[in-house]
């Protein structure tokens, strides 16, 4: 079996970083952290668009819409 890699994007805005760790670092479980709805909206898309490519490599990205610095109290 396969280690899993973890990694964190704060303030993830588009997704950009989540989305190459995801692709660069096969079998890895992204978490994504934005607190812009707007910023949110856009990286959900680009994360949408990106699935197959993530999903290929046995990778995933989980996309929270929170405060980056309240994530890891919570």
Known sequence: AKRV???CS???GSAALALSIATERPVSR???VE???TAVDW???NIED???QVAAV???IELLGADATRV???
């Open 30 to 32: 992204v978490i994504a």
């Open 43 to 45: 990286a959900r898309r």
């Open 58 to 60: 046995g990778s995933s």
């Open 50 to 52: 990106h699935a197959a």
């Open 5 to 7: 890699r973890r990694g």
């Open 10 to 12: 704060l303030c993830s």
């Open 72 to 74: 890891a109290a919570d």
């Open 35 to 37: 607190l812009s709805p």
